[in-house]
């Protein structure tokens, strides 16, 4: 059975930085894509960021230059680490998980953690 479990978050100020980590049993991480989605209180999930299984990252352009995607195949876990944090990046995040193929879908899904930026 697969598990995919997010921590790291909290309340932090303006300008504050966190490092959110998705750590998974049941899978191997460093063989799949890894995305980032978040969702904030009356919105819809919105993406973040993938991590291909090659390494390479893309952002979506409101945390572009600010959020950057490490993995850790030793520990079987891929981070999100957040600069400049806003306001408007107050949300639950989330980690997901897909196969490394062009037309796959996000299987696998944590749980969620909560990221609150006061101003």
């Known amino acids: 059975q697969v598990h995919l479990v997010e921590s790291g978050g909290g309340l932090v100020q303006a300008g504050d930085s966190l490092r959110l980590s998705c750590g998974a049993s049941?899978?191997?991480?460093?063989?799949?894509?890894m995305g980032w989605f978040r969702q904030a209180p009356g919105k819809e999930r919105e993406f973040v960021g993938v991590?291909?299984?090659?390494?390479?990252?893309y952002f979506a352009d409101s945390v572009k230059g600010r959020f950057t995607i490490s993995r850790d195949n030793a520990k079987n876990t891929v981070y999100l680490q957040m600069n400049g944090l806003k306001p408007e990046d107050t949300a639950i995040y989330y980690c997901?998980?897909?196969?490394?193929?062009?037309?796959?879908?996000?299987?696998?899904w944590g749980q969620g953690t909560q990221v609150t930026v006061s101003s």
């Open positions: 991590s291909a299984w090659s390494g390479g990252t």
């Open positions: 049941g899978l191997t991480l460093s063989l799949m894509t």
């Open positions: 997901a998980a897909k196969a490394p193929t062009s037309n796959a879908e996000y299987r696998y």
